[in-house]
């Protein structure tokens, strides 16, 4: 029934107003739903194959996800504290299947956090391993690390053989570090993985680290309560920031464009892991001023003062070897037969290293390009056969 005096204008505000309730209704309804549907992707970890799907339901296996989830929380907040025992917190006696559209691997860490299948005290090591995704097996199981395949050749069988990564962080700022305050590690041989990928440049903007005052901080990475590593999201444009805090939706929105070029878009004063830049990636820049190279020349005398030799691990981009998927700077891609026959940052690491007296292997010619993911910039199986085969050889002619 309508009133007839003023009844339209009256009529009409009825009708505004049950517009607006259904609005809002359907508006948070949607909030919801979305929020819902956001939080169940996100927790099982970003879009299963139904290939995957096949294998999950034949292996039966209880933990299995799409990202690394072997980091353990050690603050409320996420920020990553670091220890002199670890520079990354690492879950103990834990087990992990980690997949990928390219790979699947098993990941089971020791009572020390450490991904071996046996347990030692550091003065009982001969062999050390230090570096990152590398080194750690980014793509592979355990024993098809090159680590692994050093230590089960005739001359590694002789040592305990122990791979730190990721316990000691990923730079070789990190490395020094841990090295420098685990004074009861004194092995016959320290073999660093130098990825040229980002350990000279990319990552070492993710560290803050006094020598002097023997404290490091890795300020922009926060370990989430399930054990994954993730940016922090303080370095995210606004609303992205906000978004990332408070909503699965705003997460999952953040994770789907930092898969696409419109990744740098998001990130407000610094971008993560970015391409090295033209200059160091062309052999322009003096890499004695390389924060670095700095740290590989403490840890030598560092080695060195406990009896022990320090070898360099050269790891080349793939690049080198493939046309597909380049970890490279976009104003390289189109040029990188010249970068290849040129200067490059392989050459220039060469002979820096090579000036400083400090020992390397480079296994550059061994390599091809099915020694690298067709996706991923990490070794396959073969790539890892082949370095430690190699460096077991070389080492044992030291």
Same mark, same amino acid.
């Given at each position: 029934? /309508? ?6 204008? @009256? ?13 809002? %209704? ?42 690394? #989830?072997?980091?353990?929380? $050690? ?14 917190? %690492? ?14 691997? #098993? ?28 080194? @750690?097996? !980014? ?5 098809? +690390? ?17 791979? =730190? ?9 990190? =490395? ?12 016959? !041989?320290?073999?660093?993985?130098? =990825?040229?990928?980002? #350990? &000279? ?17 890795? *300020? ?9 590593? /993730? ?16 909503? @699965? ?9 930092? +898969? ?9 004063? =610094?971008?993560?892991?970015? *391409? ?38 050269? %790891? *080349? ?11 490279? !700077? ?9 970068? %290849? ?25 061994? &390599? $091809? ?30």
């Amino acid at each position: 029934m /309508r009133i007839k005096i003023n009844g339209e204008q @009256f009529s009409l505000k009825i009708d505004t107003m049950k517009k607006i309730k259904d609005t809002f %209704i359907i508006l948070i309804t949607t909030i919801v739903l979305l929020e819902l549907v956001s939080f169940v992707v996100l927790k099982v970890h970003f879009f299963f194959s139904d290939k995957y799907q096949l294998e999950q339901i034949s292996s039966k296996k209880t933990n299995v996800s799409r990202s690394l #989830d072997i980091f353990e929380k $050690n603050s409320k907040s996420g920020e990553i504290k670091v220890h002199k025992e670890s520079v990354f917190p %690492i879950k103990k006696n834990f087990t992990t299947t980690w997949v990928t559209d390219e790979f699947e691997m #098993d990941i089971s860490t020791n009572d020390k956090g450490l991904r071996e299948n046996f347990t030692c005290e550091n003065e009982e090591v001969d062999v050390a391993f230090f570096g990152d995704s590398f080194t @750690f097996g !980014h793509g592979v199981n355990g024993d098809e +690390r090159f680590s692994k395949v050093f230590a089960d050749t005739d001359f590694g069988k002789s040592f305990i053989v122990v791979n =730190y990564s990721y316990q000691n962080g990923f730079q070789s700022e990190h =490395y020094e570090y841990y090295f420098r305050n685990n004074t009861n590690l004194k092995p016959k !041989h320290v073999i660093v993985g130098l =990825y040229l990928g980002n #350990d &000279l440049e990319s990552d070492l903007t993710e560290t803050f680290y006094d020598r002097k005052r023997n404290e490091l901080e890795i *300020p922009y990475r926060l370990v989430t309560n399930d054990g994954f590593l /993730r940016n922090d999201p303080d370095l995210y444009k606004y609303p992205f920031r906000v978004l990332s805090k408070y909503s @699965f939706f705003g997460t999952l929105v953040l994770k789907v464009i930092y +898969r696409t070029k419109y990744r740098d878009s998001l990130f407000d004063f =610094y971008i993560p892991n970015p *391409p090295n830049s033209v200059s160091l990636e062309t052999g322009k820049e003096n890499l004695l001023e390389n924060r670095g190279i700095k740290s590989l020349i403490e840890m030598d005398k560092l080695v060195k003062k406990r009896g022990g030799k320090l070898t360099v691990l050269l %790891i *080349p981009q793939n690049y080198f070897y493939s046309n597909t998927s380049l970890h490279i !700077h976009k104003e390289l891609q189109n040029h990188v037969a010249k970068v %290849i026959n040129g200067d490059n940052l392989l050459k220039s690491t060469r002979k820096v290293l090579s000036d400083l007296g400090i020992e390397f292997f480079d296994p550059s010619l061994l &390599l $091809n390009k099915d020694c690298y993911f067709k996706s991923d910039a990490h070794w396959t199986v073969k790539g890892h056969g082949i370095v430690g085969s190699a460096l077991s050889n070389y080492i044992s002619k030291e």
